[in-house]
């Protein structure tokens, strides 16, 4: 159980272009969502946080209008990078936390990640 | 603020017991994890310890939490080259605090390699 899954788990994209990656959470309801970015060889940068219904909270120096997040169900989360730059290229890692896991201890289950190369 | 340390780098041989650390500087964490990641991939959940136990065993895995110098371990034995990636220890901050919605604070990840 608490398979989390990503797609596409990679994407080649241009310059300027937007890209959507879809977190979804296959056997259970997750009000809660995060969107990590990994560079090569460091650790997990958390982006935001995404919760069911309501705006995401975002992490300090994380562009809201690059990083537009939605999570419009409690199986799914999306997050889309507007007009992608080189620079955007990274190991995008989203995690969800059950529904049901109202106290502690918190276990995120990951995703498998997407590689986003922006040429 | 909170941080998380870990060393970088771990290479044993096969059939070696690894022992991976990490500091953290939390004092309210409640609870420390150890997620693995293998090439590639997202983070899988190993095992993860309450704050008010000394130690936890589940299988090959062991985890040792020193609560007063802030240091944790997870000792794997019998490695195998299958268990060859990186380890993240990660700790949860308190729901409430800042705001967070039980946020993990990961440490930048132990690449272990098992030379056979």
């Known amino acids: 159980g608490a398979v989390v899954s990503q797609h596409p788990s990679w994407v080649i994209c241009k310059s300027g272009t937007s890209v959507k990656i879809e977190c979804r959470s296959l056997d259970f309801q997750a009000t809660t969502m995060f969107w990590y970015r990994q560079f090569p060889k460091q650790s997990l940068m958390l982006m935001a946080t995404?919760?069911?219904?309501?705006?995401?909270?975002?992490e300090q120096g994380v562009e809201k209008d690059k990083f537009l997040i939605n999570h419009a169900s409690l199986t799914l989360s999306t997050l889309t990078v507007t007009s992608a730059h080189p620079e955007d290229s990274s190991f995008y890692i989203c995690?969800?936390?059950?529904?049901?896991?109202?106290?502690?201890?918190?276990?995120?289950?990951f995703g498998p990640g997407t590689r986003l190369t922006v040429t | 603020g909170e941080d998380v340390e870990q060393s970088l780098f771990l290479s044993v041989r096969e059939g070696d017991s690894s022992v991976i650390n990490c500091t953290y500087t939390d004092s309210s964490s409640t609870y420390l994890y150890w997620y693995k990641q293998e090439p590639g991939a997202g983070l899988q959940l190993l095992t993860y310890i309450f704050s008010n136990m000394d130690m936890k065993q589940d299988q090959r895995l062991t985890v040792l939490l020193n609560k007063k110098d802030k240091h944790l371990s997870l000792r794997i034995a019998d490695t195998q080259t299958g268990d060859s990636a990186i380890y993240f220890c990660?700790?949860?901050?308190?729901?409430?605090?800042?705001?967070?919605?039980?946020?993990?604070?990961f440490g930048k990840g132990t690449k272990l390699s098992v030379k056979p």
């Open positions: 995404s919760n069911e219904g309501s705006k995401a909270t975002y």
């Open positions: 990660a700790e949860s901050i308190r729901i409430g605090y800042g705001g967070s919605q039980g946020n993990l604070i």
């Open positions: 995690s969800a936390r059950d529904r049901l896991a109202g106290v502690l201890p918190v276990i995120q289950y």
